[in-house]
C-alpha cells in the first residue's frame, strides 16, 4: 500500500513525518498521472485557493474526482478539508464535493485564528490535542456524515465514505489517531476491492 500526498503546496511534509513514523510507504503526489502509483491520498493544509489554482493545471480536479470515484480515500486537512468539502462559504468557491458538509472558511475570526484547543473524538479515550490554523468551521453535516471529533461543540472531523476530513492538523502534532484511522479505511477498502475482484 502506497499513500500518496499532494505536494503542490501547504505543509505536505508534515504528513510525510506522520507516515514515516507510521512505517507506511508514501509518495508525493505533483502530478494527475502519479495519482496511478498511489492507492489513497491526502490533501494537506496550506491555502485553498492557491491550491485550487495549481489545480486548474492538467485538469487535475478532474483527475482528482475520478481517483475518489475509482473508490480511493482521501484524507484532506484544513486546507485539503476545504477541498473535500461539497460546499464552501465566505467566500463560495469550488470544490470536490466529496464529502457532504458545509465549511466556511477562516471562521475562527482574527484573534483566535490559530490556536491549539483541546477536543474530544469518538476514536481513541481522552482530549484530543488539535492545532487550528486559519481554519474553516464545519456549519453543516449532511446525512450519511459521521462526526468522529468536536472541539467547542462544533464537528472537526468527519467520515464520509471513503474521505476522511479535518479542520484541524492532526500532522502538527505527535496524536496519530487520524492518520491510523485512515490508514484502517484505505486497508479496508483494498481489501474489500481485492475480494471483489477475486
Ligand atoms: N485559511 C486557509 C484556507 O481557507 C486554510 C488554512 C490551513 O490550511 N491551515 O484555505
Keep these: 500500500m502506497t499513500v500518496g500526498i499532494l505536494a503542490l503546496q501547504g505543509d505536505f511534509e508534515a504528513h510525510a513525518r506522520v507516515l514515516e513514523r507510521l512505517g507506511v510507504e508514501w ?7 502519479e495519482l496511478a502509483g498511489v ?12 491550491f485550487l489554482k495549481f489545480l486548474e493545471r492538467e485538469n487535475f480536479l478532474d483527475h482528482l474526482r475520478r ?10 486537512t484544513c486546507a485539503g478539508a476545504i477541498l473535500l468539502a ?3 462559504t465566505n467566500p ?8 457532504d458538509v458545509t465549511v466556511e472558511r477562516n471562521a475562527y475570526g482574527r484573534q483566535v485564528a490559530s490556536a491549539v484547543r483541546y477536543g474530544r473524538s469518538v476514536l481513541k479515550e481522552g482530549a484530543m490535542e488539535m492545532v487550528f490554523i486559519r481554519a474553516p468551521v464545519i456549519r453543516r453535516v449532511g446525512p450519511g456524515v459521521e462526526v468522529l471529533a ?3 461543540a462544533l464537528p472537526v472531523a468527519v467520515e464520509h465514505g471513503a474521505c476522511l476530513l479535518s479542520t484541524f492538523h492532526p500532522e502538527l502534532t505527535s496524536d496519530t ?5 485512515f490508514l ?8 474489500r476491492q481485492s475480494r471483489a475482484s477475486a
Design 67 to 76: 481517483f475518489a470515484d475509482e473508490g480511493h480515500a482521501l484524507f484532506g
Design 86 to 88: 461539497k460546499e464552501v
Design 150 to 152: 468536536e472541539c467547542d
Design 39 to 50: 492507492d489513497a491520498l491526502i490533501l494537506p493544509g496550506g491555502e485553498s485557493t492557491t
Design 184 to 191: 484502517e479505511m484505505v486497508r479496508s477498502r483494498e481489501a
Design 92 to 99: 463560495p468557491q469550488p470544490s470536490l464535493g466529496l464529502v
Design 177 to 181: 489517531t487520524l492518520h491510523e484511522h
Design 27 to 33: 509518495m508525493y503526489v505533483k502530478r494527475p498521472a
